[in-house]
């Protein structure tokens, strides 16, 4: 293509690309049933609390391939949430142990793999999927949610100590880092608590542990913190209960929530 002024281009307005990890059980599939007509990659049992909920089971990266391109055909369906992606990755290494011919993980890769190769050669897979859901959502119209449970890991940052911070449960780093890139959104949903009681030296050094107090309040975060990766590029509330009514909301009192013009993310 050749580039000049008269081949600028106007952005067009999308709908986002959700990624909503957090603690089990705290209501993630819930909030993404209540979305504009969904339907379900169900990589794990999610759904059984809630009846009626259109979906496919994924059982392997073919079926997820699959449900992706059936959705390219005429259907009522307005957002697509992918129900887990911490349950599906190991159906995707699956898929990488088929292709490379091995049978463990740390043999993928060139000359028997080895250096954690598997991790690099792990992201095309993951690429096709995030490929054909966008495609779902600039073809079709469709909003997209991924969910993911948490798990707690060191990060070490360059100019500071290391500390412990919640991340999307996926055993490829590469693959979260992937993933927090594509999302519009990231929101990370936990139960709300405070600590209290704690007492510190003269150096600010804690003496005494506190105690957590909390009464069962949901929250979502949407700005990162040092506890935890978040982000959104709508200029959304930093915290929001964990609804999806509040969360729509939240979109709705930005004056562009589909064009990402107020990228804080």
């Known amino acids: 293509m050749s ?3 008269e081949t600028l281009k106007k952005s067009t307005p999308l709908p986002p690309r959700d990624l909503i990890y957090g ?8 909030l993404a049933s209540q979305m504009d007509a969904p339907v379900f990659l169900a990589a794990e049992d999610g759904l059984s609390g809630l009846p009626g909920i259109q979906h496919w089971e994924i059982r392997s990266f073919q079926d997820a391939i699959e449900a992706i391109t059936a959705l390219h055909e005429e259907h009522p369906y307005k957002s697509t949430a992918f129900d887990t992606v911490s349950a599906f990755e190991p159906m995707l290494h699956r898929r990488l142990l088929e292709i490379w011919g091995v049978d463990s993980i740390d043999k993928v890769g060139a000359n028997g793999g080895g250096y954690y ?14 490929d054909g859901l966008d495609s779902l959502r600039i073809n079709k119209g469709m909003r997209i949610i991924l969910i993911g449970h948490s798990i707690d890991k060191e990060v070490k940052p360059p100019e500071a100590d290391p500390y412990r911070k919640y991340t999307i449960d996926l055993l490829n780093d590469k693959a979260s880092a992937l993933l927090y890139r594509w999302a519009d ?7 709300k608590i405070s600590v209290t009681g704690t ?3 003269k150096r600010g050094q804690v003496t005494k542990a506190g105690r957590a107090i909390g009464i069962g ?25 964990l609804t999806c009514q509040d969360y729509l909301e939240a979109f709705h009192h930005n004056n562009n929530p589909n064009t990402g013009e107020n990228e804080n993310g």
């Not at 050669?121 to 999927?129: I, K």
């Not at 959104?185 to 139960?191: M, T």
């Not at 309040?217 to 209960?241: C, H, Q």
């Open 3 to 5: 580039i000049s002024l």
């Open 117 to 130: 190769k598997w991790r690099n050669e792990a992201l095309p897979l993951w690429q096709d999927v995030l």
């Open 217 to 241: 309040e949901r929250v979502m975060y949407l700005s990162e913190r040092p506890a935890f990766y978040a982000k959104n590029r709508f200029d959304l509330p930093n915290e929001i209960p």
């Open 185 to 191: 959104v990231v929101g990370f949903c936990n139960y």
């Open 199 to 201: 007492t510190r030296d």
């Open 23 to 30: 603690v089990q059980g705290i209501g993630k599939s819930t």
